[in-house]
């Protein structure tokens, strides 16, 4: 493990947020800020976080017409995101919109492009849950067209469930961004995620980074339940 992989996953209010970001510092690199803390508290949330020295991955999903998500892309290239997501289902045109326009602002802004990552098949979709919105492929069949759409694209790289790991390493090749939510240790209860694997086991199968959400933020003391996910993957456990 060349650095530390696991992204944190904040999908709580601000003041916890906050808190437990305070406890995670020196144990991971990552956070993620979602719908959920994001609506509720705006582009300063990012600010504040980056202020206790963490990268943030801007995880909001971009889907729309191309216009509207490259002005989107651009204000999160601006708050210096490091990473941040759309709907590969937007189709190649709306994916390019957010890659350009995100590198321009960045550049104009005198910050690091973000990667663009492209959102396949949600985690908490199963074959049967494709079928239930008209998509007649398995769930591996939909994540490798789309992301065969999405590196066209220009996109830095997917957002998939461990399952398809290996195949998107694959496909993107190795300098891209896999990043793998579905991601629950052995002693955590799997929550609504449907296609799911060990943060040790997504990481064999090709990812580079973890989200993990609930297993760090429900436990009685996250920096613990951190620490303890991060022996298992360095394999003293």
Not at 4 to 17: F, G, Q, T
Not at 24 to 36: A, D, I
Not at 63 to 78: E, F, K, M, S, T
Not at 185 to 192: C, F
């Amino acid at each position: 493990m060349t650095e530390n992989p696991v992204i944190v996953a904040l999908d709580l209010p601000k003041d916890e947020a906050l808190e437990l970001a305070d406890s995670l510092r020196g144990r991971v690199r990552w956070l993620k800020v979602g719908m959920t803390l994001f609506y509720a508290e705006g582009p300063q949330i990012v600010s504040r976080l980056q202020e206790k020295g963490f990268d943030i991955f801007v995880d909001l999903k971009l889907h729309d017409i191309p216009h509207q998500v490259a002005g989107a892309a651009a204000q999160i290239a601006r708050l210096g995101a490091g990473m941040f997501t759309v709907h590969a289902s937007g189709g190649f045109g709306m994916m390019s919109a957010a890659v350009e326009s995100s590198r321009r602002a960045a550049e104009e802004a005198g910050l690091a492009a973000p990667a663009v990552l492209a959102v396949t098949v949600l985690t908490s979709i199963d074959d049967a849950g494709l079928a239930e919105v008209g998509v007649s492929r398995n769930s591996l069949e939909q994540v490798r067209l789309l992301a065969e759409l999405a590196k066209r694209a220009g996109v830095g790289g997917v957002v998939c469930s461990p399952w398809e790991a290996a195949e998107m390493r694959s496909l993107m090749g190795e300098g891209a961004f896999v990043v793998t939510p579905g991601v629950r240790p052995e002693w955590a209860e799997p929550g609504d995620q449907s296609r799911i694997a060990t943060p040790k086991a997504a990481l064999a199968a090709g990812a580079s980074h973890l989200v993990i959400g609930r297993p760090i933020t429900a436990a009685p003391v996250p920096a613990e339940a951190t620490a303890r996910i991060l022996s298992e993957l360095e394999g003293d456990q």
